[in-house]
């Protein structure tokens, strides 16, 4: 991509695919690349002028599933404002009327009503670890046959742990002794409850799974991580304040174990918050390139991870600032960068979900980062550190992937081809990435929509928005 003319123009966003094709990334366990279909490729923004964007995310994946689950199981009908239509949810929403509830869907609304769920169904989960994770429990209050499948990297991603839970409670699985994708559940319509032990370590939606569900148990359940860690608290803290806003008891009886009492789930009427995670490629951009980006309706209270990214940004030279929304749903958050970054050393155990858009802002950084704490996130839908690596690499970085963490030199960049292993936060980080290295083309920026609808052309509606120079 040509570099811009002028320090008022900017390279025209393009928020189709373009170029042409070429090798693309598989979800490949070990982040190696595969051949597969060719892809179109996107050519990347480049950003040549301070930034002056304000911002409406879409809502939450994180609180949409739970919300759909909780919805689905709760004694009256609910109704979400504002969710997230993404291929993520739309996967949800599919399963659910697959099991005969009532789902009505409106432009800003779903309206769940809550009916006998039965078998035979054939439940597809994508790549979705809400999905794959949140629903075998819930199908198990079912009556009949459930089949789950997915795409090929699912049958690779962990589901262990809960399917044992599962078969500990009585319930007949099918899994060919996989304990993993393609699965069949003969659900009898109820679950005993009681007591339960599980590894959590790989994931904290294991242990999310068994809770959005236990007030529907008969004894209700009292679970225990027995796994050396427990990465992604803030997830496990929104799954249990949203059972508590649905008049559910949980007890948190020491720092491994809950008890979730059994009983009624009141039907609501929500509003979705924002994404937090996905404000993370516009705040970086503000970084990248400098100016600011506001993000509207940033919540004044959360569990969602993303709200450490106040903290995160700003210790890497970002100035921080919030002011009352015009809406009254929420602050409006603005992050100001000069576009001098600077290197970071942290633990991202709890929120790795950001860390591919923080290591995009370290690689563009005056000095090293290393990011801990993230081993897990090479069960994500691909390996995510070895990807990183391997396509900051490609692009002149200097990144080295540990079992556990990443270290990141800056270093001179090039354009190139970044493949994406059909990974969405891999896709804006890349975008991130492009706005200070010309001539990067992204395969497969469509992955993007897994949790984030519209996300080129909402990217290029903040690169059309920069400050004007005296």
Do not use: C
Not at 131 to 144: D, H, K, Q, S
Not at 283 to 295: E, H, P
Not at 296 to 323: C, H, N, V, Y
Request: without cysteine; aromatic residues 4%.
């Amino acid at each position: 991509m040509p570099s811009p003319k002028n320090r008022r123009s900017r390279v025209a966003p393009d928020t189709g695919v373009t170029g042409t094709a070429g090798t693309t990334g598989t979800s490949s366990p070990s982040g190696a690349l595969a051949a597969s279909p060719e892809t179109p490729l996107w050519s990347a923004p480049y950003a040549n002028a301070p930034l002056a964007a304000t911002i409406s995310l879409p809502g939450s994946k994180s609180v949409t599933n739970r919300a759909l689950v909780l919805a689905a199981l709760a004694d009256s009908p609910s109704t979400l404002y504002k969710p997230l239509y993404s291929r993520d949810s739309d996967l949800m929403i599919a399963a659910l009327r697959a099991l005969g509830l009532g789902v009505d869907q409106q432009p800003e609304s779903i309206s769940i009503s809550p009916r006998p769920m039965k078998g035979p169904a054939t439940i597809d989960v994508g790549n979705a670890g809400t999905v794959m994770r949140f629903l075998p429990p819930l199908a198990a209050l079912a009556n009949g046959e459930i089949s789950f499948d997915g795409d090929p990297r699912s049958h690779e991603r962990p589901l262990k742990p809960v399917i044992k839970a599962l078969e500990e409670l009585g319930i007949e699985i099918d899994h060919d002794g996989k304990y993993a994708l393609p699965l069949t559940i003969h659900a009898r319509g109820e679950l005993p409850g009681g007591s339960l032990s599980i590894d959590a370590s790989q994931s904290s939606q294991f242990l999310s799974s068994l809770l959005l569900v236990a007030p529907r148990m008969r004894a209700g359940l009292t679970i225990t991580n027995v796994g050396p860690t427990l990465p992604s608290m803030p997830h496990i803290e929104m799954t249990i304040a949203m059972l508590k806003e649905r008049g559910v008891k949980v007890t948190k009886l020491d720092e491994n174990t809950w008890q979730v009492a059994p009983g009624a789930i009141q039907g609501v009427r929500t509003l979705i918050e924002p994404d937090l995670s996905n404000a993370a490629p516009f705040l970086g951009a503000a970084m990248i390139v400098g100016g600011s980006v506001t993000i509207r309706d940033w919540p004044k209270s959360t569990t969602q991870p993303g709200d450490q990214l106040r903290e995160i940004f700003a210790a890497m030279g970002a100035e921080i600032t919030k002011k009352k929304s015009s809406s009254s749903q929420g602050e409006d958050l603005t992050l100001s960068g000069t576009g001098v970054i600077h290197g970071i050393d942290i633990n991202l155990h709890d929120v790795g979900e950001l860390t591919p858009s923080i290591a995009a802002v370290a690689l563009l950084a005056n000095s090293p980062s290393h990011l801990r704490g993230i081993g897990h996130l090479r069960l994500h839908e691909t390996d995510r550190l070895e990807a990183i690596a391997n396509e900051f690499n490609n692009l002149g970085g200097n990144v080295v992937a540990h079992s556990d963490s990443l270290e990141i030199t800056p270093a001179r960049l090039r354009g190139g081809t970044f493949h994406t292993y059909e990974d969405h936060r891999l896709a804006t980080a890349a975008a991130m990435i492009a706005l200070k290295t010309p001539d990067i083309r992204i395969e497969n920026i469509a992955t993007t929509s897994k949790t984030f609808p519209n996300f080129p052309a909402l990217w290029g509606s903040m690169l059309e928005q920069i400050q004007v120079q005296p």
